[in-house]
């Protein structure tokens, strides 16, 4: 299941661009490196090639998250595919009110925005993918007719010679097309060549030779390389490298099974001239040459005769050790490369006196130091720098109580919090499971439990699940209300449907009805009695959890902010927004088929800041963390009272949509 989300889709692309365009460079230097070996080596560092820029994407997003500072220049940070987030504001017109009373004082009105300019660069590149992919399926639909309707060749004996000779040992079909046709090959599993019906009038060592040419593709499997090359040629249909590695492939692929006609022992001279005359009087099809290998193509021409007449030219095909290696060291350089992330902004500096604070910590033997300093450096999304304070606070605990004691397990778990908003979920789990096995059946192990549940839902283990849910219920009471809603998931999950809504029921029954908690498991629940076709009951739910959030909402109690708060009207303008950071969608969320809508009060500052943020409607399992983390991050153009710039007071919708 995958949920939309522009810009990080745009970050996926941008990624595979510029990565597709360093691995196409590589083989074009390898491919010149390598211009006296045969045709056949560098055909195969073409087709290699051609593999390697087509999986990049998959590996890209399946692929644990390879931090390098330096690549942030020109790769995007990694960002999870989520839905789109909507900016809003609200109008606050009166000298000094609260962000609270100014969501209930008027009507929303959305902020405006640049234009989406990053959305139609990728709608342009999708349009090109599928023009490209029609005319690809058209060519093959045109080629799977031709095969239904063509006659056998009528030559099967010099067929079968020729195919012994090239060590072909499963039969191959050659079937007679229309008259004027080019021959060619088509065909991944069955391979097939296609002759022209002209071939009745040829001469036995022109019938040869033609043959002798499509078996030899046949032999080296050019019917599947060649939609493998034209596959990366489609997806990477705009950038010119990618035509210059097809045009180069196809010339290779050529040369490669002349080369082999040509170590059967045909003459170059006869062979160019049957070539010549094959070219200038058969006509290949433009559809079909989208999925078929032709014979010949007039463009090439010229420089295939060159090479079948030079004497002096490397005709030896590779073995499968070339094959191996070639394969080995692109996955070297694919692998890593599809891994690499940018940090999504400049590198992060660890502080000079970190170090310091370490050593004066340690010497204290006080770990809330560095705990707290992490905090901060949290704030300021210095992610590097919390990590060695909490390792470091981590190993105090450790000297001062031991590596079994809950203190130890309590530093284990900030840790764990720590990779777990930074997004290195195996790093997190690891962390949460020895924080488990360090805290056994004390209440602190409930966090830790309830997160291995989540996690070992999302791999499909439904049974070690429950069993975390149901350690973290018994270790800590408090959790019984949540744990009993994941419970219900993982029923709903293996479509035990009865006990799941026992569980859903319960959870509820074990909630204060106006917590977040309870407004949680109402959403979830209500997902579910959509899905059993129950819409008038979900719908109660919805107005329960609303009710709920409303009164929640109406209890918030506004910060206070820096200098009067203006709402906008008359002579305030609205602020504007100038850069926006997508919210992640957290894990559990997703886990749970959790959606809605996240609602924040701010104060948009005349720094182009938002603070004071506050959760009006929330959603839980994760979701109003990660909307004000995105929010955090956005820059505004500040809003102004007589032209100059004031802080303005705004409510912010966060829209988290599952598709």
Same mark, same amino acid.
């Not at 490209?132 to 060519?139: D, N, Y």
């Not at 350089?333 to 340690?362: C, F, K, N, S, T």
């Given at each position: 299941?995958?949920?939309?989300?522009?810009?990080?889709?745009?970050?996926?692309?941008?990624?595979?661009?510029?990565?597709?365009?360093?691995?196409?460079?590589?083989?074009?230097?390898?491919?010149?490196?390598?211009?006296?070996?045969?045709?056949?080596?560098?055909?195969?560092?073409?087709?290699?090639?051609?593999?390697?820029?087509?999986?990049?994407?998959?590996?890209?997003?399946?692929?644990?998250?390879?931090?390098?500072?330096?690549?942030?220049?020109?790769?995007?940070?990694?960002?999870?595919?989520?839905?789109?987030?909507?900016?809003?504001?609200?109008?606050?017109?009166?000298?000094?009110?609260?962000?609270?009373?100014?969501?209930?004082?008027?009507?929303?009105?959305?902020?405006?925005?640049?234009?989406?300019?990053?959305?139609?660069?990728?709608?342009?590149?999708?349009?090109?993918?599928?023009?490209?992919?029609?005319?690809?399926?058209?060519?093959?639909?045109?080629?799977?007719?031709?095969?239904?309707?063509?006659?056998?060749?009528?030559?099967?004996?010099?067929?079968?010679?020729?195919?012994?000779?090239?060590?072909?040992?499963?039969?191959?079909?050659?079937?007679?097309?229309?008259? &004027?046709?080019?021959?060619?090959?088509?065909?991944?599993?069955?391979?097939?060549?296609?002759?022209?019906?002209?071939?009745?009038?040829?001469?036995?060592?022109?019938?040869?030779?033609?043959?002798?040419?499509?078996?030899?593709?046949?032999?080296?499997?050019?019917?599947?390389?060649?939609?493998?090359?034209?596959?990366?040629? $489609?997806?990477?249909?705009?950038?010119?490298?990618?035509? $210059?590695?097809?045009?180069?492939?196809?010339?290779?692929?050529?040369?490669?099974?002349?080369?082999?006609?040509?170590?059967?022992?045909?003459?170059?001279?006869?062979?160019?001239?049957?070539?010549?005359?094959?070219?200038?009087?058969?006509?290949?099809?433009?559809?079909?040459?989208?999925?078929?290998?032709?014979?010949?193509?007039?463009?090439?021409? %010229?420089?295939?005769?060159?090479?079948? *007449?030079?004497?002096?030219?490397?005709?030896?095909?590779?073995?499968?050790?070339?094959?191996?290696?070639?394969? *080995?060291?692109?996955?070297?350089?694919?692998?890593?490369?599809?891994?690499?992330?940018?940090?999504?902004?400049?590198?992060?500096?660890?502080?000079?006196?970190?170090?310091?604070?370490?050593?004066?910590?340690?010497?204290?033997?006080?770990?809330?130091?560095?705990?707290?300093?992490?905090?901060?450096?949290?704030?300021?999304?210095?992610?590097? $720098?919390?990590?060695?304070?909490?390792?470091?606070?981590?190993?105090?605990?450790?000297?001062?109580?031991?590596?079994?004691?809950?203190?130890?397990?309590?530093?284990?778990?900030?840790?764990?919090?720590?990779?777990?908003?930074? &997004?290195?979920?195996?790093?997190?789990?690891?962390?949460?499971?020895?924080?488990?096995?360090?805290?056994?059946?004390?209440?602190?192990?409930?966090?830790? *439990?309830?997160?291995?549940?989540?996690?070992?839902?999302?791999?499909?283990?439904?049974?070690?699940?429950?069993?975390?849910?149901?350690?973290?219920?018994?270790?800590?009471?408090?959790?019984?209300?949540?744990?009993?809603?994941?419970?219900?998931?993982?029923?709903?999950?293996?479509?035990?449907?009865?006990?799941?809504?026992?569980?859903?029921?319960?959870?509820?029954?074990?909630?204060?009805?106006?917590?977040?908690?309870?407004?949680?498991?109402?959403?979830?629940?209500?997902?579910?009695?959509?899905?059993?076709?129950?819409?008038?009951?979900?719908?109660?739910?919805?107005?329960?959890?609303?009710?709920?959030?409303?009164?929640?909402?109406?209890?918030?109690?506004?910060?206070?902010?820096?200098?009067?708060?203006?709402?906008?009207?008359?002579?305030?303008?609205?602020?504007?927004?100038?850069?926006?950071?997508?919210?992640?969608?957290?894990?559990?969320?997703?886990?749970?088929?959790?959606? &809605?809508?996240?609602?924040?009060?701010?104060?948009?500052? $005349?720094?182009?800041?938002?603070?004071?943020?506050?959760?009006?409607?929330?959603?839980?399992?994760?979701?109003?963390?990660?909307?004000?983390?995105?929010?955090?991050?956005?820059?505004? %153009?500040?809003?102004?009272?007589?032209?100059?710039?004031?802080?303005?007071?705004?409510?912010?919708?966060?829209?988290?949509?599952?598709?």
């Amino acid at each position: 299941m995958l949920v939309w989300n522009e810009t990080a889709w745009f970050s996926i692309c941008i990624g595979a661009a510029l990565k597709s365009t360093a691995v196409l460079g590589v083989a074009w230097l390898a491919a010149n490196l390598f211009h006296r070996r045969s045709a056949a080596a560098r055909h195969l560092i073409w087709t290699v090639a051609a593999a390697a820029v087509l999986a990049l994407p998959f590996l890209s997003i399946s692929l644990p998250a390879l931090r390098v500072p330096a690549a942030a220049v020109l790769l995007p940070g990694s960002t999870s595919v989520l839905d789109h987030a909507t900016a809003s504001g609200s109008p606050n017109p009166g000298a000094s009110s609260s962000a609270a009373q100014s969501n209930a004082a008027g009507s929303v009105k959305t902020i405006a925005s640049r234009p989406d300019w990053k959305k139609w660069l990728m709608l342009l590149w999708a349009a090109g993918v599928a023009a490209a992919l029609a005319r690809m399926l058209a060519g093959c639909a045109a080629m799977w007719r031709v095969r239904r309707f063509a006659k056998p060749f009528s030559d099967r004996g010099l067929c079968g010679a020729l195919s012994k000779a090239l060590g072909i040992r499963r039969p191959v079909d050659v079937l007679e097309t229309e008259r &004027g046709g080019m021959p060619m090959t088509f065909g991944v599993l069955q391979p097939a060549i296609f002759m022209p019906a002209d071939y009745a009038g040829w001469s036995q060592e022109r019938r040869r030779v033609v043959l002798l040419h499509e078996l030899a593709h046949v032999r080296r499997g050019d019917a599947a390389t060649h939609l493998l090359a034209r596959m990366a040629l $489609t997806f990477y249909w705009w950038n010119p490298l990618a035509w $210059t590695a097809w045009r180069e492939f196809l010339k290779e692929r050529e040369r490669a099974a002349d080369d082999l006609v040509l170590n059967a022992g045909t003459r170059a001279s006869e062979y160019a001239s049957h070539l010549l005359a094959v070219a200038r009087t058969m006509q290949g099809s433009p559809v079909m040459g989208w999925a078929a290998v032709a014979m010949a193509r007039r463009s090439q021409l %010229e420089n295939r005769l060159l090479a079948i *007449l030079d004497s002096g030219i490397n005709r030896k095909t590779p073995g499968r050790a070339w094959a191996l290696v070639a394969t *080995l060291l692109a996955a070297g350089l694919v692998v890593p490369l599809a891994a690499v992330r940018g940090q999504g902004g400049q590198a992060e500096a660890i502080p000079a006196d970190v170090d310091a604070a370490i050593r004066a910590a340690h010497a204290q033997k006080n770990h809330e130091i560095l705990e707290n300093a992490a905090k901060e450096a949290q704030k300021l999304r210095q992610y590097d $720098t919390a990590q060695r304070l909490l390792e470091s606070a981590v190993a105090i605990r450790g000297e001062v109580s031991g590596q079994q004691s809950v203190e130890y397990g309590v530093g284990l778990l900030k840790l764990a919090d720590l990779e777990r908003k930074r &997004g290195t979920n195996t790093s997190a789990e690891a962390f949460y499971t020895k924080a488990a096995q360090v805290l056994g059946d004390r209440p602190e192990a409930a966090r830790a *439990l309830m997160y291995l549940g989540t996690a070992s839902l999302m791999k499909k283990d439904f049974p070690q699940a429950m069993d975390f849910f149901q350690h973290a219920q018994r270790v800590d009471p408090t959790q019984a209300g949540p744990a009993s809603m994941w419970m219900a998931v993982v029923r709903q999950r293996e479509q035990n449907m009865d006990e799941a809504e026992a569980l859903y029921k319960s959870a509820l029954s074990l909630e204060d009805p106006k917590s977040p908690g309870a407004i949680t498991t109402m959403k979830v629940y209500a997902q579910f009695l959509r899905q059993q076709g129950r819409a008038d009951e979900a719908s109660e739910l919805d107005t329960r959890a609303a009710a709920a959030q409303k009164a929640n909402a109406a209890q918030v109690t506004a910060r206070s902010g820096s200098g009067t708060v203006y709402r906008i009207g008359g002579d305030v303008s609205a602020p504007r927004v100038l850069q926006k950071v997508e919210p992640e969608y957290s894990d559990e969320a997703r886990a749970a088929l959790l959606a &809605g809508t996240v609602v924040i009060s701010v104060e948009i500052g $005349t720094d182009g800041l938002a603070h004071n943020p506050q959760v009006l409607r929330e959603l839980g399992l994760g979701l109003d963390e990660k909307a004000l983390d995105a929010i955090s991050q956005w820059r505004f %153009e500040p809003g102004t009272r007589g032209g100059q710039p004031v802080n303005v007071a705004a409510t912010i919708e966060i829209n988290f949509r599952l598709l």
